[in-house]
């Protein structure tokens, strides 16, 4: 019996073990084989241009409350990319939902700040914090760009069976920070438990959403470490943002009470030490300015000192010429007079 060789499959160059015509034959960036059917019929639009973003921001207020509906209730018999972000991923929803936690995060931050803040200390002056928006713009944004692109990447790396798209898995990590909106707002509420609380619902929820898209397409990786080190990776990471935003954004406002009367402390004593350097200063300008009518009046009183020592000098010149004079002439006359005969 002779058998023919034919060489590789003409059909399936890269002898890829998924099923032909499946979504697993998904490979594209930005968009899916039903995106790409079609747009196959209509002229392509460039990379740059405003036309080819337009169609993934084309997408109506019912599409985006279901879809952050369904990004915070878990089903597992259901896939979150597959029956709700399928056909059309979009990036409205997303974009928005990432700013509005960027401000509800900084905004609540500084009002639980003032809350503590007021509450302890008299003399607290309130001042926003500026920085709190560009730190949670930061981790908000790296967190839904580069996250899905490892996971695309990794999908690609391993020809999963189930290979979403970029902007698939971009737009299901964008939805499911929606359930963090409610819960910043919540945060505000100054109990460390409800806190706690919070974070595990939020966390469970959302994450849930994400392990059930996400676990279909590493399944049947044929290193079970791998599949299970990504799904691992994906609650490590949700669990991470949202301890972060409670650590940095709202705990850090809420010292000890030991620290609260330390800080009294330090504030009273730095306030005396300023006080006494102000009296200092104080009592070196009235010396500094007192010191030259003291030098002024010694140097008078020396003058005079001086002036009554020469005139009491030249008096007793005077009275020792006039008493070398009269005794001259006195001894002169009496001279004179025993000199002459009786």
Not at 112 to 119: H, L, T
Not at 150 to 172: E, P, T
Not at 259 to 277: G, K
């Amino acid at each position: 019996m002779i058998v023919a060789d034919f060489g590789p499959d003409i059909a399936n160059p890269n002898n890829d073990p998924r099923p032909p015509g499946e979504l697993g034959d998904q490979s594209y960036l930005f968009t899916s084989d039903v995106i790409r059917g079609r747009s196959s019929t209509t002229a392509k639009k460039n990379f740059f241009s405003f036309e080819f973003y337009q169609q993934y921001f084309d997408v109506d207020t019912d599409q985006v409350l279901s879809r952050i509906l369904y990004s915070m209730l878990p089903r597992f018999t259901s896939n979150f990319i597959t029956d709700h972000i399928h056909p059309l991923p979009d990036l409205w929803g997303p974009f928005w939902i990432s700013v509005t936690l960027i401000f509800s995060t900084a905004i609540c931050g500084n009002l639980a700040k003032y809350i503590q803040r007021s509450g302890t200390s008299t003399s607290y002056h309130y001042g926003s914090d500026f920085r709190l928006v560009t730190g949670a713009s930061t981790i908000i944004f790296c967190y839904v760009v580069l996250v899905p692109f490892l996971l695309y990447s990794l999908f690609w790396y391993r020809k999963s069976y189930l290979q979403y798209s970029y902007l698939d898995i971009l737009c299901a990590y964008g939805y499911s920070l929606s359930i963090f909106i409610p819960v910043s707002i919540l945060w505000v509420l100054q109990a460390q438990w409800f806190r706690w609380i919070l974070i595990f619902l939020s966390v469970a929820l959302s994450g849930s959403v994400l392990v059930s898209s996400i676990w279909p397409a590493v399944k049947n990786d044929r290193n079970k470490a791998i599949a299970l080190g990504t799904i691992l990776s994906i609650l490590l990471l949700h669990s991470l943002v949202a301890v972060g935003f409670k650590e940095y954004y709202f705990d850090v406002s809420l010292p000890s009470r030991l620290e609260v009367e330390n800080f009294h402390l330090l504030h009273q004593q730095v306030q005396s030490i300023e006080h006494s350097h102000a009296q200092l200063k104080v009592t070196s300008m009235e010396s500094n300015s007192i010191a030259p009518n003291e030098t002024r009046v010694q140097q008078v009183e020396m003058k005079t000192k001086e002036n009554s020592r020469s005139i009491g000098k030249k008096e007793n010149n005077v009275v020792t010429k006039i008493t070398e004079q009269v005794n001259s002439t006195m001894v002169s006359k009496v001279a004179t007079k025993i000199s002459k005969p009786v």
